[in-house]
């Protein structure tokens, strides 16, 4: 299972979760929650205690991955498969444009 920190502006606003089965979690952060409870990363994720779950990456994730040739170079730089979104998204997402930001958490470390 791969999971990634979200960050938006800096501060720690929930996991992302490659679950084994292929699926993908999202969970804000409890304080997160209790402080910025108007603040969500996107519009169709609002902040709520209920994680969000999908059979593919949601498309928000998926979104901050790069395209065209900046996604070529990336996937032969790190040899990462186009089709490995996760992996791409751990990869490039962390330092992006907007004010969410992807971290990695090591796969044996539970967050």
């Not at 979690?25 to 997160?32: L, N, Q």
């Amino acid at each position: 299972m791969r999971q990634a920190l979200i960050k938006y502006n800096n501060i720690q606003a929930g996991i992302l979760k490659e679950l084994d089965t292929g699926e993908y979690e999202f969970v804000y952060d409890e304080r997160y929650i209790q402080s910025h409870p108007d603040r969500f990363i996107t519009f169709k994720m609002p902040v709520r205690t209920q994680p969000y779950q999908s059979n593919r990456l949601f498309p928000f994730f998926d979104g901050l991955i790069p395209e065209g040739w900046l996604l070529s170079i990336a996937s032969e730089s790190w040899k990462i498969n186009k089709n490995d979104r996760m992996g791409l998204l751990l990869a490039c997402c962390q330092n992006t444009v907007g004010a969410v930001s992807v971290h990695t958490i090591p796969e044996n470390q539970d967050v």
